[in-house]
């Protein structure tokens, strides 16, 4: 079960309390009228899919609604490291 | 040895010491004409279908860990054709029929149980879903039919059809030629068909990497050593971001749990193939008599192959909401597989970016009804180098031309 807790309200987390945002860190490309169709389908649907160390975004859902980046192992569930998206490093998991 | 009533006996007489192994344990070789990478029922159909039909035989297959320990032998083994767009239709039916001869075909029984498969329908929303599918079926010239209320209380006697205001049952759609098929048969019985057609079957051999020639593959490197091939099969379900990696592409496919569990066996009392998408279980007997119960996968990406609690609850809690005398029996075991979901539901079938190697994914969590017919399709493609008509539509240009195949929202959940 994955446990996280929120870097904004501070609150311990499951994830029956939290929702999934996918893989961080995908850009959009732009200017749009100059993407080309196999820039945007790597925007849109290619993903790294990682098997361990995966950059990924959740939502404190259940809890304050804000967005935050995680560094999660995919296979363990170990959370490494929770991110606010301005960068300010928040604090690695306690056990 | 063919398996036979005559054997059965002679075998049983004999203590049942003389039967051999269904297949041979290989050494890999240092070079095949075609190497199929997951010995799960895709990739053993695979290997079977490009010796039977294609006439290829210096085969390998590489898996690596035993056959069919991947989601082929993790899965709820419901088998029904009952996709709405045209092309997925063509393609699950093709599995359906195909699994209906196969018994026959490769001498193994793999337990076909037409049971009917039946999807409830809790509201006049779904009614009217089911019956707008149900009249694009019939379009395709695939079998199914909405059953009224008490059709459905007299198929499922322990439904709680009466008692329960959160899901009232107005009916159900019924594909009758839908059912179970045991799921270790077909992994052992694709596997043994296919090691008498010449095929090694290679268990414990990862591959770890490939050696790049030009535009192709020229060799592939195992935990068992190097081998070289001149086409290459990829049919490792939630893996195959990993293989893609390996061979220098990405492909549009994120890996999520999916779980199971069973209860312990108790005398017939579930007649059919059962899913409630108000609850999201799918539920099954067995033929030894245990309760198989399946529900929605974990949402977020995983390739954690093992059971959750908030799962189990959740699947439990709506077990007992649709069937209340189930409340008593026992959990026996839990499980989970990681499969392979893609933004549309459907399959991804055909070439890669890669000019030798011929790819078999994206199935999710319904890719077991599918086997027989993703076993012929990749090994039409590794012979000829083409697509088959059949699995046009389910290129991986697709994404590119955005020409989606969009089943999670044609046909609902995706099982
Ligand atoms: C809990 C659960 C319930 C399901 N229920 C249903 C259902 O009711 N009906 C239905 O139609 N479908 C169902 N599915 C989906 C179905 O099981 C899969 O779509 C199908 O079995 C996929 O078959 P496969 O041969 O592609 O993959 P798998 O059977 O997973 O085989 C892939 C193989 O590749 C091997 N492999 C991976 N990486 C490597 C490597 N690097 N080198 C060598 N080998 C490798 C793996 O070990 C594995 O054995 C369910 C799945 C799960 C998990
Ligand atoms: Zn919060």
Not at chain 2, 103 to 111: D, L, T, V, Y
Not at chain 2, 262 to 279: G, Y
Request: overall charge negative; hydrophobic content about 35%.
């Amino acid at each position: 079960m994955i446990v996280i807790r929120c870097p904004y309200c501070d609150e311990l987390r499951h994830e029956e309390e939290l929702e999934y945002g996918g893989e961080a860190e995908i850009v959009r490309p732009a200017p749009p009228e100059s993407v080309s169709d196999e820039e945007w389908a790597a925007y849109l649907y290619m993903r790294t899919n990682t098997k361990g160390h995966h950059h990924e975004q959740w939502c404190c859902r259940a809890g304050c609604g804000q967005w935050f980046k995680v560094v999660r192992d995919t296979v363990s569930h170990e959370v490494h490291e929770i991110l606010r998206f301005d960068g300010t490093f928040s604090h690695p998991t306690e056990e | 040895m063919r398996y036979s009533l005559l054997n059965l006996l002679a075998q049983g007489f004999n203590g049942n010491k003389g039967w051999p192994t269904a297949w041979r344990a290989c050494e890999p070789k240092s070079r095949y004409d075609a190497v199929i990478i997951g010995g799960g029922g895709h990739g053993l159909a695979t290997a079977y279908y490009l010796a039977k039909e294609h006439g290829i035989t210096r085969i390998a297959v590489l898996e690596k860990g035993w056959i069919g320990g991947g989601n082929t032998g993790r899965n709820t083994t419901m088998v029904r054709s009952d996709y709405m767009f045209p092309e997925s239709a063509a393609i699950y039916d093709l599995g359906l029929r195909l699994y209906e001869g196969l018994a026959k075909e490769i001498n193994f029984n793999i337990m076909l149980s037409q049971r009917g498969w039946m999807t409830l329908i809790h509201d006049r929303h779904q009614m009217e879903t089911a019956n707008h599918k149900t009249n694009w079926l019939h379009c395709n010239g695939v079998d199914g039919e909405i059953v009224d209320r008490d059709t459905v209380r007299r198929m499922l006697p322990h439904l709680d059809i009466d008692g329960n205001p959160c899901f009232p049952v107005l009916g159900a759609f019924l594909q009758k030629r839908g059912g179970t098929v045991r799921h270790d048969a077909v992994a052992w019985g694709y596997a043994r068909a296919a090691d008498r057609l010449g095929v090694d079957i290679i268990e414990n051999c990862e591959v770890l990497g490939f050696e790049r020639q030009g535009d192709g593959i020229a060799a592939i490197n195992t935990s068992r050593g190097r081998i070289e091939t001149d086409s290459i099969g990829v049919a490792v379900a939630g893996h195959s971001s990993r293989i893609a990696e390996m061979a220098g592409f990405q492909l549009p496919v994120t890996s999520h749990c999916l779980q199971a569990m069973v209860s312990e066996p108790i005398k017939p009392t579930l007649d059919h193939a059962v899913i409630s998408p108000e609850t999201g279980v799918y539920i099954n007997q067995t033929q030894k008599g245990e309760i198989v119960m399946g529900g929605v996968l974990d949402l977020y990406h995983s390739y954690g192959q093992r059971g959750t609690y908030p799962t189990i609850e959740k699947v439990i809690a709506g077990t007992v909401e649709m069937f209340p005398a189930f409340a008593n029996l026992r959990l026996m075991r839990h499980w989970a597989g990681i499969v392979d979901v893609v933004p549309d539901s459907s399959p991804i079938l055909g070439a890669t970016p890669v000019s030798n190697m011929y790819i078999n994914c994206g199935w999710g969590t319904g890719g077991f009804k599918a086997v027989p017919a993703g076993g012929f399709l990749l090994a039409h493609s590794i012979a000829t180098g083409k697509t088959h008509p059949t699995a046009e539509r389910f290129g991986l240009e697709r994404f590119v031309t955005n020409r989606l195949v969009d089943e999670g929202a044609a046909a609902g959940i995706a099982h």
